[in-house]
């Protein structure tokens, strides 16, 4: 787990998930920018073969691409909670993120890693392919690209969806995620749901 700035949750950065297991926290009603991803093939040091974070078991980093993403801001704009599972960052483990206010579930329920494009793959660990990156990441020149609407196609209407390499895999797969910057045309993207109704939410590893 990451947060950029300001209000943080009380829990640990970073802890081991066994399988089948649950971990409960409360965050703060104004945590912005907040980032809870899944690592595969940590050792005892805390390097991971994927969404590795730096610092051991506890984070001190965004996890290392590729990586699926759940992420959060409370009590923004309009009075919402803001919420997505993103795939801008590549994408490692299926994820879903429910909640008990029965508003909008964003998800990927589908494994990625063995039809990634060739161009896209990795890493590759004991043979398997672990991970499965954007094409911002993975393709040349992100500084000027289409693929990161980066440099002469910074903005939305200079970077459509069609422009974007291997977003229908990405999307076409997994249509109730966020898979590139300007993806909120999609209509499918980024998920809302009332301040007021003080949601309960869950995020899922391999729904």
Known sequence: MFTGSGAKPNHPTGWVANHGSTVSFNVPDNWTAGR????????????C?????????ECVATGATPATLA?????????????DVSLVDGFNLP????????????ECKVDLNPGCPAPLKGPVSNGHNLGCKSACIAL???????????????TPDKCPASGVQFYNYFKGKCPKTYVFAYDEKSGNAIYTCPSSKSAHYTVTFCP
């Open 140 to 154: 040349p020149n992100p500084t000027n690209s289409r693929n990161c609407c980066s440099g002469q196609f910074s």
């Open 95 to 106: 994820m879903s993120i429910t909640n008990n206010a029965r508003c909008g579930v964003p």
């Open 71 to 83: 992420e959060f801001t409370f009590k923004g704009s309009g009075g919402q909670d803001f919420y």
């Open 49 to 57: 073969a994927n969404g590795g974070c730096g610092g051991g078991m």
């Open 36 to 47: 809870i991803w899944g690592r595969q093939g940590c050792d005892s040091s805390g390097r």
